[in-house]
């Protein structure tokens, strides 16, 4: 569950780097295992304590986590004691997956609805739409070559099949974290 790839895009937002990233699955998947302490997580994952609390309050910044604050009676000191809130985490990434999903189709839809022209040299110089095009009375702005019609046949397929690949990890998703 921890390594679907809509779960590890939801949380690469989260997260600095890529070795932050694999710590915080592991943190999460500790978590739903029921460690509690960051000492603890610290013990069992082999993540540098420092790096447990700083990718924890991560978590909590997120909503993703939530402690509770104990005093030793002995020694006075705080002790945290660390929770995975579920349903938290669900919504999230629920709304970053449906957001993801809305944007490609919209994007999918204005493919499939107008026509694009691009520079015949180099299609990174200009990428636009018919009125985008005629204001540069279909000459390119970077390097001065004619625009031709973009051929989105590709970039449409890529998309089609990133939605189709998306749904079904999310459904993979949806199955998994409900057993937990
Ligand atoms: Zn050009």
């Not at 420092?50 to 006075?76: C, F, G, M």
Request: contains cysteine; negative net charge; proline residues 3%.
């Amino acid at each position: 569950m921890i390594n679907n790839p809509i779960v590890k895009d939801f949380l690469k937002q989260i997260v600095d780097n890529d070795d932050d990233l694999s710590n915080i699955q592991t943190i999460i998947q500790a978590l739903i295992d029921g460690i509690e302490t960051d000492e603890e997580i610290h013990e069992q994952t082999g993540i540098k304590l420092n790096t447990v609390r700083k990718l924890l309050y991560k978590l909590h910044d997120a909503s993703i986590a939530n402690y509770k604050r104990n005093k030793d009676p002995e020694t006075q000191w705080f002790t945290y004691t660390w929770r995975f809130e579920k349903e938290e985490y669900v919504k999230k990434i629920e709304n970053f997956y449906q957001q993801r999903l809305s944007e490609r189709e919209k994007h999918l839809d204005n493919l499939e609805n107008n026509l694009y022209f691009v520079c015949c040299i180099d299609p990174e110089h200009f990428k636009g739409d018919y009125a985008e095009s005629s204001e540069f009375e279909f000459y390119c702005p970077v390097c001065d070559y004619e625009l031709e019609p973009y051929d989105a046949k590709k970039e449409k397929t890529t998309l089609k099949r990133k939605i189709t690949i998306d749904k079904k990890n999310f459904k993979k998703f949806e199955d998994k974290i409900s057993k937990i």
